[in-house]
């Protein structure tokens, strides 16, 4: 028996409506069977090589071992990671794999990291970055701005879903034409679907075409409310794309012939991630403690009723040197005049030692993550199996093996950037994270512990032997945990009730 409150919790995250009016939903069971579906479809292309010419089913040996993760998810004592259980088994996980992370870190020096980041804001993903300053430049001049509104107020109004882009130049009489042709303008028609949206910003940062007039002509872009049939969250319409735009090109006009701080990058950043409605798009800045503008980072947060969207990402300082007593004063200082709990604090040292690829984190902080790296979470209930110590060894096994199998995607899918597929080959991050741990009958035993971590990192280990594949670099973690403790009706991670 499940309580009422993760019956809710179920229903509004991870039960997928069955009809595109949203009044039918899956069950629990269906869910489940949809994410066995999707493991099923990830081990079997994994098992079959560039060699083989068709499908390498799953043995019957193979086959059990699902039907034993079934069971495990059904009866909600492990589960996969929450993005799994929204979009696992549906096309747009096969079409966007990139959907199926939680978790990714880059940092943001071009127009293509841009571009990146907001895809996988817009896939669901979170995303940890780091403003590098050197590329990234205001507009050529200022610009005046019109934005166009769309008007569609059916459902199913869907628009073009491209984006389409033009210039008009006018040289009035008598004029000399050189760098800046008077009267030039821009225009963009910004296309409804996510791909549009991710180049969008692209295109705002890219172009070097003086001109003086930019129209963002948002008229196809169907109405706020809509069902989206593909990832099956509600559309936002767009009013607030059409917000965030108009500040980002107030960030470029302001910064014109000029490169873009940290600060700017990061308020574009944010910008972005404000633009969905139902679907959160969780953030983390990272800073270098000593960056040229570390000061202003630590105060970036002052004054949140002038720039509210700063809200959106976690602000954290690395530190890759042991500070000073007088250091760490100077920021518990600026914190508590800062009325808030910010900047957080990492210790760039020691987490290069763990993970030399360390470039960063992602937004909650609990993996090591590389530049342009992805790691997908999983969920094992530890007071689930009190009286069982058996049956969580071989839990933490399997889900460790689930895990894996969640690293075989194929990340090519042209929007981002090659270095995030060859990543993920190379560095296999899984994160097999517990919950309900308080509530475990062997909280205080360290080797009980210890065996249940070993189970996890053998189950990721075998499946790579079995696939001929990467050894995992990293295969536990421990996380906040909210949502899934919710539904598994436990208590959160390492807290208390």
């Known amino acids: ?67 034993e993760l079934r069971v495990l998810f059904k009866s909600r004592k492990a589960l996969p990671s929450g ?30 990291d841009v571009v990146d980041s907001y895809w996988l804001l817009l896939q669901g993903a979170g995303v940890g970055f780091l403003p590098v300053v050197g590329t990234l430049n205001g507009f050529t001049r200022p610009v005046e701005l019109e934005i166009i509104r769309s008007t569609k107020t059916e459902a199913g109004d869907k628009g073009n879903p491209d984006n389409v882009e033009w210039f008009t130049e006018g040289v009035p009489e008598g004029t000399k034409v050189g760098a800046h042709i008077k009267g030039a303008r821009w225009h963009i028609r910004v296309g409804d679907s996510a791909e549009a949206w991710a180049k969008l910003p692209g295109k705002l940062l890219a172009n070097k075409i003086p001109c003086e007039k930019l129209t963002l002509d948002f008229s196809e872009i169907r109405p706020a409310g809509t069902r989206l049939s593909s990832y099956g969250w509600i559309s936002s319409g767009d009013e607030l794309i059409a917000d965030a735009m108009s500040k980002i090109v107030r960030i470029l006009n302001l910064r014109n012939n000029r490169l873009l701080t940290s600060i700017d990058i990061m308020d574009i950043m944010n910008l972005l991630g404000s633009t969905l409605s139902s679907r959160r798009s969780a953030e983390i800045c990272l800073v ?16 949140l009723g002038e720039t509210p969207w700063r809200t959106q990402s976690n602000n954290s300082l690395l530190f890759y040197h042991k500070p000073s007593r007088r250091d760490l004063s100077e920021i518990f200082e600026a914190m508590m005049a800062n009325g808030g709990s910010e900047p957080g604090l990492i ?24 530049n342009m790296s992805f790691c997908n979470l999983t969920e094992l209930n530890l007071a689930a199996f009190n009286g069982d110590p058996d049956g969580l060894k071989r839990a933490a096994y399997l889900i460790g093996r689930a895990n894996y199998r969640q690293t075989c995607v194929n990340l090519v899918d042209g929007i981002l950037q090659r270095a995030w597929h060859e990543n993920n080959e190379f560095l296999r991050l899984c994160g097999v994270g ?53 539904i598994m009706d436990t208590t959160e991670g390492v807290h208390k009730p």
């Open 83 to 112: 993005r799994t259980l929204w979009l696992g088994g549906t096309e747009v996980a096969k079409r966007r794999e990139a959907s199926m992370f939680n978790c990714s870190f880059l940092r943001v020096e071009s127009v293509h």
């Open 434 to 486: 517990l919950t309900g741990i308080v509530g475990w009958e062997k909280l205080y035993e360290p080797k009980a512990l210890k065996n249940v971590m070993k189970a996890a990192g053998k189950g990721a280990t075998t499946m790579a032997r079995e696939l001929k594949l990467p050894m995992p670099k990293a295969v536990t973690t421990v996380k906040p945990s909210g949502t899934l403790s919710k």
């Open 347 to 370: 210790n760039a040292q020691a987490a290069l030692k763990r993970a030399p690829w360390f470039k960063g984190v992602n937004p909650c902080a609990e993996i090591l993550l590389g």
């Open 288 to 303: 270098p403690y000593g960056d040229p503008e570390w000061v202003d980072f630590v105060h970036a947060k002052k004054n």
């Open 1 to 67: 028996m499940v309580s009422t409150r993760a019956e809710i919790v179920t229903r509004r995250t991870y039960n997928r409506p069955k009809d595109t009016e949203g009044t039918q939903f899956e069950t629990w069971e269906e869910t489940v069977d949809r994410v066995i579906k999707h493991q099923r479809w990830l081990w079997e292309r994994a098992k079959t090589k560039r060699w083989h010419t068709e499908t390498q089913k799953l043995t019957k040996e193979q086959e059990d071992e699902l039907e």
